[in-house]
Nanobody, 118 residues
Framework: QVQLVESGGGLVQAGESLGLSCAAS????????MGWYRQAPGQQRELVAA???????EYADSVKGRFTISRDSAKNTVYLQMNSLKPEDTAVYYC????????????WGQGTQVTVSS
């Protein structure tokens, strides 16, 4: 089991930057992958960015070139740096992790609101 706690959300204007952090309650080295999802009102939750234990990254097409995911295993933390934010980036952002317990399991944070005004 692991608890994930996000921080860093807020209200910014279009074109500005914002950084999110996700702190895990234990070592993240046992997680196969971690990442960020987002969910806007009335829409399905979608993958924004993910990073594997080996350091491979994946991004949604809509954020490529603007967002960067990284991890610091020593701090058990994953980050999402968001630049050139757009109003359509407005959503609740959830930290996600996948790892093996007795079964392969997904873990979720409580979410943090990101609002981008035009």
């Amino acid at each position: 089991q692991v608890q994930l706690v996000e921080s860093g959300g807020g209200l910014v204007q279009a074109g500005e930057s914002l950084g999110l952090s996700c702190a895990a309650s234990r070592s993240i080295l046992w997680l196969n992958a971690m990442g960020w999802y987002r969910q806007a009102p009335g829409q399905q939750r979608e993958l924004v960015a993910a990073i594997t234990n080996g350091g491979n990254t994946e991004y949604a097409d809509s954020v490529k070139g603007r967002f960067t995911i990284s991890r610091d295993s020593a701090k058990n933390t994953v980050y999402l740096q968001m630049n050139s934010l757009k109003p359509e980036d407005t959503a609740v952002y959830y930290c996600w992790g996948r790892g093996w317990g007795s079964i392969l399991q997904d873990y979720w944070g409580q979410g943090t609101q990101v609002t981008v005004s035009s």
